[in-house]
């Protein structure tokens, strides 16, 4: 008898953190899963720890593989996946101990809502909170509704990801052309799809931020990619024809100086912002200071804009 959920995993070089990610899913209070993990070529000793979680526990399918990126990772899981339902993580976050139950048990109350997500905390290497994750709108079946109406554009946390098998595969699955932010080209190709998006107010992961992460090294290039997926949900909406990556950067090298210094200004008002966040957690008071004022002055209407949210929009604990 098939499972409810299957567990998709890709790894790659998450040695550090890999066994505490399986155990998490194994701690699950909702035991009625199958964890699916394909080591994608890791060069460290990532395959080791799949194959000794493997041999101990019948619910862990393990697949190995050349290095082909993360996308074409998790869309050969999904294609692997027994269950109705399909639920995401990385290989160095951490489920809390409700995550699938608490979802399932949301699916199961709002029968219209196709996929979810949901709030996470900011872990660091190491583990020690950071703070809180949240993304804005999504919390209903309308939000997503009229988000799509109006040309908007959605993302939540991929890691905490939840859909069923069909709806993945209808959407396209993801794409290595948008990676890194593959999961925010995702989201909207699968909402034009038909397929409603909520995100539960609730936390239900940890998400690790570490030196490694893409997140963390390449800040800017995620920028230009991520305007690249939204151009090109703008023109699936509008019944034309996407572009490709490089034609999209080329009209952006069109552009006046003044645009592009306008967009760089802003994407660096969001990173010193996240980083004076992450400084205010480690009482890093001195770092805190000059980051905030930084990206403050960076783009004043960016930052009094997340604070009114915070204020406005708690999320539940």
């Known amino acids: 008898m098939a499972p409810t959920v299957s567990v998709i995993l890709p790894v790659?070089?998450?040695e550090p953190y890999l066994a505490e990610t399986i155990e998490s899913v194994l701690a699950q209070s909702f035991t009625d899963f199958e964890l699916l993990i394909l080591d994608d070529g890791s060069k460290d000793g990532s395959a080791d720890i799949i194959r000794r979680y493997a041999a101990r526990d019948p619910r862990i399918r393990a697949f190995f593989g050349p290095n082909a990126g993360k996308c074409e990772a998790t869309n050969k899981l999904v294609a692997q996946a027994?269950?109705?339902?399909?639920?995401?993580?990385?290989a160095d976050d951490v489920m809390l101990p409700e995550r699938l139950a608490r979802?399932?048990?949301?699916?199961q109350e709002n029968p219209a809502v196709a996929a979810s997500s949901c709030h996470c905390t900011y872990i660091d290497s190491t583990g020690?909170?950071?703070g809180?994750?949240?993304?804005?709108?999504?919390?209903?079946?309308e939000e997503c509704q009229q988000a799509l109406a109006n040309n908007e554009f959605v993302k939540c946390a991929f890691t905490g990801f939840l859909t069923f098998k069909q709806a993945f595969i209808e959407a396209g699955g993801l794409r290595n052309e948008s990676w890194p932010c593959d999961d925010f080209d995702f989201f909207n190709r699968l909402i034009e799809k038909g397929h409603p998006l909520v995100i539960i107010?609730?936390?239900?992961?940890n998400y690790r931020v570490h030196p490694s992460s893409i997140t963390a090294t390449k800040p800017m290039h995620m920028f230009d990619i991520m305007d690249y997926a939204a151009h090109c949900a703008s023109l699936r909406r509008s019944h034309k024809p996407e572009i490709t990556y490089a034609e999209f950067m080329a009209l952006r090298n069109q552009e006046p100086w003044w645009k592009k210094l306008d967009r760089k200004r802003y994407g660096y008002s969001i990173i010193y912002h996240?980083?004076?966040?992450?400084?205010?957690?480690t009482k890093k008071y001195f770092s805190f200071s000059w980051l905030v004022l930084t990206a403050s002055i960076l783009s004043p209407k960016f930052v009094l804009a997340t604070i009114f949210n915070r204020i406005t929009k708690p999320v539940q604990a």
Do not use: P
């Open 12 to 14: 790659y070089n998450q």
């Open 82 to 90: 027994q269950a109705h339902w399909c639920a995401f993580l990385d």
């Open 103 to 107: 979802q399932l048990a949301f699916h």
């Open 128 to 130: 020690n909170y950071l």
């Open 132 to 141: 809180v994750q949240r993304y804005l709108g999504l919390r209903t079946v």
């Open 201 to 205: 107010q609730e936390i239900l992961m």
């Open 274 to 281: 996240r980083e004076a966040s992450f400084a205010m957690k």
